[in-house]
């Protein structure tokens, strides 16, 4: 099956700083969308971007298919951006979503 | 805005008993799924389910599971015989058709002692 991987594993940031979250993925995809998992442990849809630039508040994301990686901007960052965030990705036309392992961020104060 | 919600927010059962989990689809949503996270793990895929049959279902969805959608706005999980490797919490999702944006609800909780 397809690899999904992000990185990095865990993310500290200071309230206020931006960063970025990758995902590369092992083969090409026909959907992909980033999820933010909040301490209830909700998933919460962020992004559908199997290609292109979508950007969304403070938000945005990139994937370039054709290198099979996509990012995930979190600009001038506040506590509730902490959690984890998923890549999840459908590649063989079963629509079914095979997730990365996650980015845990936590936002400090 | 649409979403979809799950019922119950949590449950425990004992090892052994069945259990059903509920879900109520985005209301013009055709394609439906169920994925679950044991805890610490990432999410993965169970079973996806259009025009009332099971699409594709993974290696997790054995004979125990099954999914069924018994009017025109309920999709359940039921587990026939619980165990305790099946403490975890499940997501429903729904989206409008195959290959757009699946929407989660906020999942069951599942504890089986």
């Known amino acids: 099956g397809i690899q999904v991987e992000q990185s990095p594993p865990d993310l500290i940031l200071q309230e206020g700083a931006n960063s970025t979250l990758r995902c590369n993925f092992s083969?090409?995809?026909?959907?992909l969308q980033w999820f933010h998992q909040n301490p209830w442990g909700q998933l919460i849809n962020l992004f559908y971007i199997p290609s292109g630039t979508k950007q969304n508040g403070r938000l945005s994301a990139t994937t370039v298919a054709t290198e099979r990686y996509s990012l995930l901007y979190i600009s001038s960052s506040q506590t509730t951006d902490s959690g984890v965030y998923f890549c999840a990705v459908e590649y063989s036309g079963d629509y079914k979503l095979s997730f990365g392992a996650g980015t845990t961020v936590t936002v400090r104060a | 805005e649409p979403e979809v919600t799950q019922t119950p927010s949590h449950q425990v059962t004992q090892m052994g008993q069945e259990v059903i989990l509920r879900c109520v689809p985005i209301s013009n949503h055709l394609y439906f799924y169920w994925y679950r996270q044991i805890l610490g793990q990432k999410v993965e895929f169970l079973v996806s389910?259009?025009?009332?049959?099971?699409?594709?279902k993974s290696e997790i969805f054995d004979d125990q599971f099954s999914v069924e959608r018994p009017d025109g706005s309920n999709f359940t999980l039921k587990i026939r015989s619980t165990k305790l490797e099946d403490s975890a919490m499940y997501f429903c999702?729904?989206?409008?058709?195959?290959?757009?944006?699946?929407?989660f609800g906020p999942g069951t909780r599942l504890l089986v002692l």
């Open positions: 083969d090409s995809v026909n959907n």
């Open positions: 389910f259009y025009n009332n049959e099971i699409s594709e």
């Open positions: 999702a729904s989206s409008k058709v195959g290959g757009e944006t699946q929407y």
